[in-house]
Every structure is written in structure tokens, then in C-alpha cells.
């Protein structure tokens, strides 16, 4: 990691027994799309658009124990972009993001990278499945056991009413067709 400069103010919240950290971003700046999540005392956050016009790939790390900022510095990231999900594995310290929007040259993605937080790595997630997801921006996604669901999202004016299940070991997607007509409504 780089050197990072110290934040200029943090509040820390007690929210039954757990804390929520409200950070005033200095070596940011505002930041919004963006993803973050807390892995062995460091809160991280990825992409974004920054001061509400440039996409980001950049990500910066906050150490809870010192109150220092740092940013890693990776030859191979993904492109910058927004509103794309992220899908933390505790078990295996590692968090996948998938998919977003890269305003900068108007494309949307479904491509997914891992970012191994031990190592401090990003690895492209290779697809053996035929059919995947589209590309979209603004969907969600959960860990359950071994495979990442993927719900919904959009590509400007279209929006998708579709579920998506990620085998994470064997790298195929498959599109769930479920067995009742009830599904979540999309504007």
C-alpha cells in the first residue's frame, strides 16, 4: 500500500454493539456509486464517481487502528465505473464486483473481478458458462454458501426483473426460472 494521509475527521457511532463509522473523506473527496465493506480492521472502498463526474477505480483503504488512509496501487483493476455491485466472502477474503456503468465512454459491463484482500490483488473471474448475465448497472448481489445471486439492475431506460445464481467454483451462471409467477415489480 502507498502512503495514505490521515483523514481529517472520523465519528464513530455505537449501534447495538456494533459500530458504524461516518467518515469525512479529505484524500477523496465527495464519492458516490461506490462500494465499501470492513475486513480485518481496514474499511475499503472501491469505485464510484468522485466529486460527481469522473468514474473512479481506485481503492482506498482506511485503517481503523492508526486513522491513516491509504490507496492501492494495482497494474491490473478493473475499469472505472458506477453503480455495479460488490459481493464480499469473508471465508475466503476476497470480494468480487460485477457488472456497472462507465459514464467516461457510455459502456456498460457483466464482467466480475476478485480482489484478493491478503494479497492485495485483482484477478479478472472467467466465465465457462455460455449464457450470462447482460451488461447492467444499479442490480444487487448477496453471497449464500459458495455462489453469488444476482437480481435485477438496468441499461438506461430498460430495467431487468431477472435472477442470476454464480457458481463460484465452477464459474458458470445460471438464469433462475422460478416456479411461481410472483416476482419482485420493476418500474
Known amino acids: 500500500m502507498s ?3 490521515k483523514l481529517k475527521q472520523l465519528a464513530k457511532v455505537q449501534v447495538k454493539n456494533s459500530f458504524v463509522f461516518i467518515i469525512i473523506f ?7 456509486r461506490h462500494c465499501s465493506l470492513v475486513y480485518d480492521d481496514h474499511v475499503y472502498i472501491y469505485g464510484g464517481k468522485a466529486h460527481s463526474i469522473i468514474d473512479t477505480n ?5 485503517d481503523i487502528k492508526t486513522n491513516e488512509w491509504n490507496v492501492i496501487e494495482s497494474k491490473f483493476s478493473p475499469s472505472p ?16 464486483i460485477f457488472g456497472g456503468f ?3 465512454n457510455g459502456e ?3 464482467e466480475m473481478f476478485a480482489f484478493d484482500l491478503k494479497e492485495t490483488f485483482w484477478k ?3 466465465y465457462k458458462s455460455e449464457r450470462n448475465p447482460c451488461v447492467r448497472a444499479g442490480h444487487s448481489c448477496v453471497l449464500y454458501k459458495e455462489s453469488i445471486y444476482m437480481f435485477g439492475g438496468e441499461i438506461f431506460d430498460k430495467k431487468f426483473n ?17 416456479k411461481t409467477d410472483i416476482w419482485p415489480c420493476v418500474n
Open 3 to 5: 502512503n495514505g494521509k
Open 26 to 32: 479529505e484524500i477523496i473527496g465527495p464519492l458516490c
Open 58 to 62: 481506485r481503492l482506498f483503504v482506511y
Open 81 to 96: 465505473s458506477e453503480s455495479f455491485a460488490l459481493i464480499y466472502s469473508e471465508k475466503d477474503a476476497v470480494f468480487y
Open 102 to 104: 462507465n459514464s467516461m
Open 108 to 110: 456498460f459491463n457483466n
Open 124 to 126: 479478472k473471474v472467467q
Open 162 to 178: 431477472d435472477l442470476w445464481i454464480y457458481d463460484i467454483a465452477s464459474s458458470f451462471w445460471k438464469e433462475v426460472q422460478c
